[in-house]
């Protein structure tokens, strides 16, 4: 059974770093895609940023030239370093993965991002 396991959120004020990390377990193939979401209260989740196994990656706008999205094949990990951080990054922020032929979705429990003014 595939597992997602998030770290690393927790509360910074605004300007401030966090890292993220996801590793996945459980896997018979390999991860297609590796991403980011996150889930502002009262808002629907959003794409934050993905990587494929390539090294093809994605942003959202709103995170363009702040977040930098990573994964180490070997280890089955994602990394989203988020600097200059801003109030509104605030959320609960999920991992994402795509496995295999058959392209199933995985997601993480959730880490949650506080960012305080």
């Known amino acids: 059974q595939v597992q997602l396991v998030e770290s690393g959120g927790g509360l910074v004020q605004a300007g401030g770093s966090l890292r993220l990390s996801c590793a996945a377990s459980?896997?018979?193939?390999?991860?297609?895609?590796m991403g980011w979401y996150r889930q502002a209260p009262g808002k629907q989740r959003e794409l934050v940023a993905t990587?494929?196994?390539?090294?093809?990656?994605n942003y959202a706008d709103s995170v363009k030239g702040r977040f930098t999205i990573s994964r180490d094949n070997a280890k089955n990990t994602v990394y989203l370093q988020m600097n200059s951080l801003k109030p509104e990054d605030t959320a609960v922020y999920y991992c994402?993965?795509?496995?295999?032929?058959?392209?199933?979705?995985?997601w993480g429990q959730g880490t949650q991002v506080t960012v305080s003014s």
């Open positions: 990587i494929t196994k390539s090294g093809s990656i």
């Open positions: 459980g896997n018979r193939f390999s991860i297609n895609i």
């Open positions: 994402h993965c795509n496995i295999g032929p058959l392209r199933l979705d995985y």
